[in-house]
């Protein structure tokens, strides 16, 4: 700065010439430009830098931030001047004031005879702001609404394949998952399990209750089949009584286990309905694929077997396919010479 003043004195301009020239070269700028003596009294402000303030540039030339900003504004522009002045190298930071989102550039300059003053810049980015808070919002919405599309067509799809009382796949979808499950599991020569559900004495249920409290057992187990398998299962309702599960990649002894764990979960189930406290149980069959047989029709066979099997013991109870026993081929003897 003292260079441009000395240089403008050569040249024979006044320091009141140079800030009128400085005012005109600035008045159009979008960017607030300030500075400031070293009481913090403005020395030259342009239009911008003035609107910043919320007064007219006659009236901010002469004044301090103090004189023209409430406390709490003034405080923040005065932290700023004084980081500035300390670092004597230029400054940027962000600061609000008056609603207005700003950064602010500001830089000390000595000067020989009048201390040190501060010019600044002042790059008011509120409208750029309030777009890109617009813009997040607009995504929000449509991402919402995307989520919204999603869970329609979701919904949409699961009525077709769901029960619509247990919340369970239907009969339709057992079967292709059935047939899905065999073709994957013969071309990778892996495992799974079926399981064949049927709810004890179910009809003694609907006389002595109510249609209504039996369907809310049948919605209990519907919850707890849910519960207890994975994604990659299909618990399904089959019958009005009758349930059955498709355990991918799970072998029998596995699956054994799991359905007894089921079970004793629908056994010690309290269903509440009109005040009563109702109870079920049920019984299961389980088979598994190749294990039990690698024919599908063989395989429903013998899991609807064990679920008879279990049946026939009174019920509340997991029985296991018979795995067919396939004797050893002897082994051929090597012939002797004569």
């Not at 406390?71 to 005065?78: G, H, M, N, P």
């Not at 066979?301 to 050893?328: D, K, S, Y």
């Amino acid at each position: 700065m003292s260079l441009v003043l000395d240089q403008a004195r050569r040249s024979g301009v006044s320091v009141q010439s140079l800030l009128h020239l400085l005012q005109a070269a600035c008045e159009q700028l979008p960017t607030g430009v300030f500075v400031k003596d070293a009481a913090g009294r403005y020395l030259f402000v342009n239009a911008a830098a003035a609107a910043v303030l919320g007064h007219s540039v006659h009236d901010v030339i002469g004044r301090t931030d103090a004189e023209l900003l409430d406390a709490e504004a003034a405080a923040v522009l005065k932290d700023g001047d004084e980081a500035a002045r300390v670092r004597r190298m230029p400054l940027q930071r962000e600061e609000k004031l008056t609603s207005r989102a700003l950064v602010c550039t500001r830089m000390a300059v000595p000067l020989d005879d009048h201390g040190v003053c501060l010019a600044g810049l002042w790059l008011d980015f509120s409208e750029l702001r309030r777009t890109q808070d617009k813009l997040r919002h607009a995504l929000h919405l449509l991402e919402q609404q995307q989520r919204q599309n999603e869970d329609l067509r979701q919904e949409l799809r699961d009525q077709g394949v769901r029960d619509p009382l247990t919340g369970v796949y239907n009969q339709r979808h057992f079967d292709e998952q059935l047939r899905r499950e065999v073709d994957l599991s013969a071309r990778e020569h892996r495992e799974f399990a079926m399981v064949a559900i049927q709810v004890d004495d179910y009809d003694d249920l609907v006389a002595r209750h109510g249609r209504q409290a039996a369907e809310r057992c049948l919605q209990a187990l519907g919850q707890l089949l849910r519960g207890n398998t994975r994604a990659m299962d299909a618990p399904c309702r089959i019958g009005i009584d009758r349930f059955a599960v498709l355990l991918s990649g799970v072998g029998l002894a596995t699956a054994h286990a799991r359905m007894e764990g089921l079970r004793r979960q629908c056994e010690a189930q309290i269903v509440m309905h009109e005040g009563q406290d109702l109870r079920f149980t049920v019984s299961m069959g389980v088979a598994s694929f190749p294990h039990s047989s690698d024919e599908l029709t063989d395989l429903l066979r013998l899991t609807e077997q064990a679920l008879a099997q279990a049946r026939r013991r009174g019920g509340n109870g997991v029985a296991l396919a018979r795995i067919p026993f396939q004797p050893r081929r002897p082994e051929a003897r090597p012939s002797t010479a004569a």
